[in-house]
């Protein structure tokens, strides 16, 4: 079978400050909810949707995200000569051999838009997807995945979308609808974290991209938007004036894991769900309440 979208990009530039400590000295997409690394789970998702080509846009202290999707020769030597055959296993699964990364450097922290350009040269002039690894999405078929059979269809670019309360407009794109049919919505517009009283309605965007190669020329004229930064939001809301664009309501649960309750949220959740240790674990939670 064959896939309308063959490479992904992941914006992991960012300083994740929002969870210092932790992020001090490593990169938050390793942070690991339960015993996987966040970017992980992105990429999983993203090769489940038959992407194969995985463009990571990084920075310079994010050399563990190329380190894990690399061959450990030590682990894996020690691993075969141990006979730890479903450890070797698990060590081999993260970069399979029909998967290719590429990396890129975001030179500057000027925002998710620069970030989606800097891929440019290596996504070329072809429909990406974007994942941004804070958001853990959980779905089956994958986000991803749902995304892709959309674009198949519509062939214009999609944006994955939940509704959120009034009070949080201001942490997303939100987007403004003309005509919804299902699960697809055809947007008019798009604004980058309006106030809720400015809100033109509570369709929020969730971290998933599906984007026409137009996005590139619109990036290169967006001057710097909301928080001093080139907004990929801002961008798009260009694209809709060449084409159209449509939002995509998911199936699935997504887990904000930039922030320390989304993180919690997700721990628990995946951790109830874990194959090794779910079961201890809810029983565990179960006897604390
Ligand atoms: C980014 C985007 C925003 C989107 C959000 C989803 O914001 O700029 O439009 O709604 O991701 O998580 P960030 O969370 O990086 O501030």
Redesign the pocket.
């Known amino acids: 079978m064959t896939f309308a979208i063959h490479k992904a990009v992941f914006p992991i530039a960012?300083l994740g400050s929002r969870f210092l400590p932790a992020t001090k000295a490593s990169a938050k997409e390793m942070l690991p909810v339960v015993d996987k690394p966040l970017i992980q789970y992105a990429v999983e998702e993203a090769y489940e949707a038959g992407i194969r080509h995985m463009i990571f846009v990084t920075g310079r202290t994010k050399r563990s995200v190329e380190d894990h999707f690399d061959t450990a020769y030590e682990l894996e030597n020690e691993l075969e000569q141990a006979g730890k055959t479903e450890l070797l296993k698990i060590a081999r699964s993260i970069a399979p051999d029909d998967m290719v990364c590429s990396y890129v450097r975001q030179p500057r922290a000027l925002g998710?838009g620069h970030a989606v350009l800097c891929a440019e040269p290596l996504v070329g002039n072809e429909a990406f997807a974007v994942l941004?690894a804070?958001?853990l999405m959980v779905g089956k078929p994958s986000i991803t995945a749902q995304m892709v059979k959309q674009y198949e269809e519509l062939q214009a670019s999609i944006l994955a979308v939940q509704d959120v309360p009034l009070a949080h407009t201001n942490?997303?794109?939100i987007v403004s609808a003309v005509h919804t049919n299902g699960d697809l919505t055809d947007i008019s517009g798009i604004v980058?974290?309006p106030a809720p009283k400015d809100a033109p309605g509570t369709l929020?965007?969730?971290?998933r991209y599906i984007l026409n190669p137009g996005i590139f020329q619109e990036l290169k004229n967006t001057p710097k938007g909301a928080g001093g930064e080139i907004?990929?939001?801002d961008a798009i809301a260009q694209l809709l004036k060449k084409e159209k664009v449509f939002a995509y309501r998911y199936q699935g649960t997504r887990y904000?894991c930039?922030s320390k309750l989304g993180f919690l949220q997700a721990t628990v959740d995946l951790g109830e769900h874990h194959p090794q240790v779910g079961a201890e674990f809810t029983a565990w939670l179960s006897s604390r309440r």
């Not at 929020?204 to 971290?207: C, L, P, S, T």
């Open positions: 960012g998710l941004l804070d958001d942490r997303y794109g980058e974290k929020a965007v969730a971290g907004q990929l939001t904000d930039g």
